[in-house]
């Protein structure tokens, strides 16, 4: 696709059916290049952010235990790809996908079809309570498209799969939401990643009210000297540098637990820097706190922090008053012999 070809009104369309939902949105897909438009920008951007969400889930240890895949929600199917092509299309059987529109099931189906010509593709029927056991669950983008009471039905949905991934934007608004998920989740699952515990989320105490989940992914380097790309940025004033995400990874119970996360702090959002020292909002199971690291303190865990890698896991060694004073960056996966 050109971009001298490319349709800007609908993709502006689509933007703004996404930015204006507040639940209950009815189905939006229009035409197979609808589709297409959301697949080439919208969809690959949101691809990027799986990517980063499943390479910081499998640094803390989240493997996929099923070898069927649900994606709730498909649109042109970008979740299920992105997982398929982490996880490798010869550990799965059976993809289901599922939307409210059919125009999007069936392009998700021809999408994935297309790239694994030998994976079992299917367009699911509307799921019920208890269908998605022995599934990994896959949602993407679908909260702010959803009422309260979907949004319970959609975890109690949930409720019996083997394990759930799901992908938001980053934004305060969608990441709160996902956290009430979260919380939903929390009696059947095991959080895997981004939380290091099971403890219900200090997110919801009041000290914390302003902060939220969220974190930032690398875009490719397409996404800077692709023309269609910085036209894309410009016309959907959308800073392409910039790959806000939040996301959700749960085991079920039943299943044996994840590499245990004792004593590793997260980093949630970005670390802040300053002349000397660098500010870092960590969330572990003493709950969250906002600490200051001053470069002299410890310069090599200072300078990790500053290059701001994509997983951003830490064992902080020493605090006194709110200043971190020694740490290292945690490999949980390494550090487990059996993992
Ligand atoms: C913003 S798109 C995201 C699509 C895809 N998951 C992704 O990440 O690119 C939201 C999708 O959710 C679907 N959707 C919204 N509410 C739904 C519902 N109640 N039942 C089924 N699908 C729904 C829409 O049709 C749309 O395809």
Redesign the pocket.
């Known amino acids: 696709m050109s971009s001298e070809t490319i349709d800007w009104e609908t993709l502006r369309r689509l933007r703004a059916e ?1 930015l204006d ?1 507040s639940g ?2 009815g ?3 229009n035409s197979q290049s609808d589709l297409e438009l ?1 697949h080439r920008f ?2 690959a951007r ?1 691809g990027w952010k799986w990517d980063a969400a499943l390479a910081q889930a499998a640094h803390a240890g989240w493997r996929c235990r099923s070898r069927k895949l649900f ?9 299920a790809l992105s997982a398929i092509r982490a996880i490798g299309a010869d550990a799965i059987d059976e993809v289901a996908l ?4 059919t125009l ?1 099931t069936r392009f998700a189906r021809e999408t994935l079809q297309r790239e694994y010509p030998d994976l079992n593709v299917t367009i699911a029927e509307r799921p019920d309570s208890g269908s998605l056991q022995g599934y990994l669950c896959l ?4 909260l702010n ?2 009422t309260a009471a ?1 949004r319970d039905g959609l975890s109690e949905l949930f409720s019996t799969a083997s394990q759930v991934f799901w ?1 938001e934007p980053g934004s305060y608004d969608s990441s709160r939401a996902l956290l009430d998920q979260r919380e939903a989740l929390l009696e059947a699952f095991n959080p895997v990643a981004p939380c290091v515990c099971d403890l219900p989320c200090p997110m919801h105490q009041e000290e914390n009210a302003r902060h939220w989940c969220h974190f930032f992914g690398r875009p490719p380097v397409v996404a800077f000297t692709d023309r269609a790309w910085a036209q894309f940025g410009k016309m959907m004033e959308i800073d392409l540098r910039s790959l806000p995400y939040s996301f959700l990874a749960l085991d079920s119970r039943a299943l044996p637990p994840a590499p245990a996360l004792e004593g590793v702090s997260r980093v949630l959002g970005r670390p802040r820097q300053y002349k000397g020292y660098t500010r870092v909002y960590s969330c572990d199971s003493n709950g969250h706190n906002d600490y200051e690291l001053q470069k002299r303190d410890d310069k090599a865990l200072w300078k990790a922090i500053k290059k701001e890698r994509c997983e951003p896991l830490y064992k902080w060694t020493r605090i006194e008053e709110g200043r971190i004073l020694s740490g290292e960056p945690a490999n949980p996966v390494e550090e487990t012999p059996s993992a």
């Not at 949602?139 to 679908?142: E, L, Q």
């Open positions: 996404f939902a209950a949105t189905v939006y897909w959301y919208f969809g949101i994606d709730w929600g498909c649109g042109s199917g970008i979740a599922w939307d409210h529109s999007a949602a993407s983008h679908v498209e959803m979907d992908v």
